[in-house]
């Protein structure tokens, strides 16, 4: 098992693979990698380097590059500031250190995004903007020929199952009960219904961010910043625009519409299948929530909310998304 100290090993001799002149560490913190950034005499704004210590199956190294390949893509095609990946000196976009006997860890650098992540509900003219943002995303998405040996998460029915699946093995440790679940379940079968019948076109299908809430986006000079990109994959577009609007009040989420809908044209039905994809977002973060055993006390008032005022009106037909 590494330690804090280990990483710092790590993360300095990932940097001699890189000319960024005279750098400092700062250690921020541990998720589903390491992070440091790296103020850098060669830029005003720095790095942010990762260390990828996780060997599930999204933190592959061709999963790893194939976020590297969009995140490149989107910085060389658009005017978005995002976390644009740095090659090292070998051109490449991984750099790969051993340690130890055997160990061995995928460490990525990417450029600085300047921002402040917003501590409140965003304004109307925040969210038009994080619409347009948004939309500025898809059409990328849209046009762009994705790359042979391009991997990333693919989010249909067989994700959604697999967050019942985790939930399900919660019914003993006490989180859900029987009957919550039995909820759960027959939402989540609905949700898969109206998954099933969605073209995977272009128009609707595509690669998304899939986890832009306020934690990963940040504001320059009234501008959204999208960071974090480690959850993107393959997914509908009105799922990304479900899994921002978990974090947005009704009134914020109608003038998100309302923005997003001037450079997109949705579909007749998509108030419900925006409220489908919102409680299957509800759904993917429980499941990941409750790995973690502190999680659960949260979880625990969490659920039953969601549950009355979510599925149990999803179930009945009565919108709530808007409301």
Known sequence: MFTESDYVIIAQEALKKYDLGITELVYLGKSDSVTFRVNSSHENS?????????DSANRTKDVIESE???LEA?????????????RNGDHELITVISYGTEESLNVTCYRWVDGEVLDREPTVQEVSKLALLMS????????????????????HV?????????LHKQISSGLLTDEQFTLLESTARRITEVIGQQPLTPEHWGIIHSDLHES??????????PIDFSACGYGFYLFDIAETFLHLLPDNRKAFISAYKQH?????????????????AILRNFAFLSVNPLEHEDLSRTIPYVIGHYCQKYLNGEPFLLN
Do not use: C
């Open 216 to 225: 990963n986006y940040v504001f320059h000079h009234q501008d959204p910043r």
């Open 136 to 155: 500025a995303l898809h059409q990328h998405s849209m046009q762009w020929e994705i790359p042979e040996g391009f991997v990333r998460p693919v989010y």
């Open 68 to 70: 590297l390949h969009w």
């Open 46 to 54: 720095g790095y942010l380097l990762k260390l990828h210590y996780s």
């Open 264 to 280: 997109h044209q949705l579909p007749a039905d998509y108030v419900n299948l925006l409220e489908s994809y919102f409680i299957w």
């Open 158 to 166: 067989e994700s959604l199952m697999s967050s019942l699946a985790q």
């Open 74 to 86: 989107l910085s060389n095609d658009t005017d978005l500031i995002v976390p644009a990946p740095v």
